[in-house]
């Protein structure tokens, strides 16, 4: 079964790796795993050891447990509900874990700083609930600060909205969201490319970027620094060829220097209203219709 040596390999192996993306293409699931415990990647690679390792020590079964524990399921690019945009990366995660609803809808991603001006969360709260009335999913990282109120934005709205996390689903990282994801979780869901108990790392906040960018149709940032993790979503969907938009600030705010730095570069288009970002949106978005036919966009 690929699942069972899909679960096996994503346990084993960071998510983000190219080489191993590319192994896996090249050779399948199965007869990597045959490869990797046959040392064939040991001198070429650090990370084959404990990979290795990792297969050794950990089950399909066991694995398959620990998710249905948590209350969440494993899905590939072989489920329905995969976003088949996750394709487009040059290193797609190799399945996913989530918690909660089933991923569908058009999406948008709405990120920024940790520590938002009152002007900053209410934009960020404002544009979700905006997007969330006209049945778009809202995508962020369940983060303190813009990422936060992004997602209560599209609850309040009676929306949906989706968690990208650098943690498992069973960790409520960080703990002061441990209500807002059982919230999102009622009509959204939680989404991670690690096992339900593992921990945030730096490294993985990285790595969950390329997802939220990824998945979601157009990026919007609302107050980032000049240098910030929002910076890197804005340009890893620049890459993917997706809308990239900013929220201006202030001038004299430091926290809307990334935002006026991606303007400036002509990296985002300048959006101050949801229907600027729809105008931006639709031409990539297929057609929301209400049950009577009639554009409600």
Not at 10 to 21: D, L
Not at 149 to 173: C, M
Request: with cysteine.
């Amino acid at each position: 079964m690929k699942d069972k040596d899909k679960l096996i390999l994503f346990n084993a192996i960071e998510g983000g790796s190219k080489f191993w993306c590319d192994e896996i293409c090249k050779f399948g699931t199965a007869e990597l795993i045959e490869r990797i415990l046959s040392d064939t990647y040991l001198n070429q690679r650090k990370s084959a050891e404990r990979i290795k390792n990792k297969i050794l020590s950990n089950s399909f079964d066991e694995l398959y447990e620990q998710i249905l524990y948590s209350g969440a399921r494993f899905i590939t690019d072989e489920s329905a509900e995969w976003p088949r945009s996750l394709n487009d990366l040059a290193a797609p995660p190799i399945g996913l874990i989530v918690k909660g609803n089933e991923i569908e809808g058009n999406t948008v991603a709405i990120v920024g700083t940790r520590n938002p001006t009152i002007y900053g969360a209410k934009v960020a709260s404002d544009f979700a609930a905006g997007f969330a009335d006209r049945d778009w999913r809202v995508v962020s990282g369940g983060a303190y600060g813009i990422d936060t109120h992004a997602h209560r934005g599209a609850i309040a709205a009676e929306g949906k909205t989706f968690a990208v996390l650098a943690s498992g689903v069973s960790i409520n990282y960080p703990a002061g969201n441990e209500r807002l994801f059982a919230e999102i979780c009622e009509t959204g869901a939680l989404i991670s490319e690690v096992m339900p108990n593992e921990k945030a790392r730096q490294d993985r906040f990285l790595t969950r970027n390329r997802i939220i960018a990824a998945m979601s149709q157009g990026t919007i940032v609302v107050e980032a620094a000049f240098r910030s993790g929002s910076l890197r979503t804005a340009r890893d969907a620049a890459e993917l060829m997706r809308t990239v938009m900013a929220v201006p600030g202030p001038i004299s705010s430091p926290t809307s220097d990334g935002c006026h730095r991606l303007i400036g570069e002509r990296c985002a288009e300048i959006v101050t209203s949801v229907s600027d970002a729809l105008e931006l949106l639709m031409p990539l978005a297929p057609k929301i219709t209400s049950t009577l036919g009639v554009d409600v966009t």
